[in-house]
């Protein structure tokens, strides 16, 4: 009887972790199915337009729910060059986990759009807002 409880218990508890993610892990597959990585367009403010003063710009802190993003903007030549993290969720192993995946995304595509038009990062929604606030308010201090 001893010898079953522990993979029954592990039996257990891997269904129930499959149960509380289906939706995501679902949504994964088809996503990868289908080459898409991210969600939603968030439209950004159009006062946020390149070029910007050359410079350092530190972000407000923003509310993940998990913890607080903050993020700095480096400008140089009028243009974005980099995106940093100065703060972000990393409590969790949760939160580490999407973050490690979505902060390189959300970095990427401000450089890209040289604003904070960004996409909300699938099953990162409240870091990659936080991100888009944090971000927004680094480029208000560029202008």
């Known amino acids: 009887m001893k010898k079953l409880i522990y993979p029954i218990l592990g039996i257990l508890i891997f269904g129930y972790i499959i149960l509380q993610n289906w939706a995501f892990i679902l949504f994964k597959i088809i996503s ?15 006062s946020l337009t390149p070029p910007y003063k050359n410079g350092i ?9 998990y913890g607080s ?16 993290f100065l703060q972000h969720p990393s409590d969790r192993t949760t939160s580490i986990a999407i973050n490690t995946y979505a902060m390189p995304n959300l970095k990427q595509e401000a450089i890209q ?10 099953g990162a929604t409240q870091t990659s807002q936080a991100f888009i606030q944090s971000l927004t ?7």
């Open 113 to 122: 759009s040289q604003g904070p038009n960004v996409d909300i990062v699938t």
């Open 57 to 65: 710009f530190i972000g407000s802190v923003a509310d993940a729910f």
């Open 32 to 46: 990868l199915k289908k080459g898409q990585v991210r969600g939603t367009i968030v439209s950004g403010s159009s």
């Open 137 to 143: 308010s680094a480029l208000s201090q560029a202008k």
């Open 69 to 84: 993003v903050q993020v700095q903007a480096i400008i140089a030549n009028g243009k974005i060059s980099d995106v940093q």
